[in-house]
């Protein structure tokens, strides 16, 4: 019967020893959790689950132990299953800690969350007062801009106003050099028409003086000397 009984043994050995794992990965996950109650709750009841299967596979590997006809291994099984109940045991333990370590520190969370809407609710009090501020300083700058930005239209009228009147007398000036240019552009032709004047009286003056000139000459060769 010993024979016929090593394979579910060792079997109900390997499954005990995979739900022991699995309970103490699942401790370490309600130690790590971060909340809040209802994840904590799920997490116990998986934890729940893992203990009824480990505990069924123990009183299956305490049944087989009974049932050996070898003495020896009877004593051994048991002594296995001893093991296992003492290990069930810490993993229990180590449960119980872990649910009271979680819910100390989800309190824990929960009260700093209070403490901080409380400080959110006072920094968003400060952040509004600070804005009404801002909003005020705002619209005193942009008052401020406006009535630089009216002195400075005033500032441009004025600036094209003298600008148009500075058109103006440019205009009126041009119109004078342009009457002074016809003016002088008249005197140069009659400056030249005077000069022209002046070479001609000049070369009929010559010619007169040369006519002159010739005709004394011509009477006082006539009466000086006749007979040439």
């Known amino acids: 019967m010993a024979a016929a009984g090593c394979v579910p043994v060792r079997v109900c050995h390997q ?4 739900f022991d794992l699995e309970i103490k990965a699942a401790v370490q996950d309600i130690r790590d959790c971060p909340g809040p109650l209802s994840a904590l709750t799920e997490l116990n009841a998986a934890v729940k689950e893992k203990f009824r299967h480990l505990r069924g596979r123990i009183q299956e590997l305490e049944q087989m132990a009974k049932e050996q ?8 099984l048991l002594r296995e299953v001893e093991n296992h109940k003492k290990q069930m045991l810490s993993n229990q333990a180590a449960w119980r800690k872990a649910n009271l370590a979680c819910k100390i520190a ?14 959110s609710l006072r920094q968003r009090k400060t952040t509004k007062e600070s804005l009404a501020e801002s909003a005020s300083n705002i619209t005193e700058s942009l008052m401020g801009i406006s009535r630089m930005m009216s002195q400075q239209v005033q500032q441009s ?22 009457s002074m240019s016809g003016t002088i552009q008249l005197g140069r032709k009659l400056i030249t028409k005077y000069n022209r004047r002046e070479l001609t009286d ?4 010559f010619l007169a003086l040369a006519l002159f000139l010739a005709t004394v000459l011509y009477i006082l060769k006539k009466r000086l000397f006749p007979f040439l």
């Open 15 to 18: 499954e005990i020893v995979k």
């Open 69 to 76: 006809d070898k003495e020896s291994e009877k004593q051994a």
């Open 106 to 119: 989800i309190d824990n969370s929960e009260k700093d969350q209070l403490l901080q809407g409380r400080d």
């Open 157 to 178: 009228e004025e600036t094209v106003q003298t600008l148009a009147n500075s058109s103006r007398t440019i205009l009126e000036a041009n119109e004078e050099f342009k």
């Open 202 to 205: 000049k070369l009929l003056i």
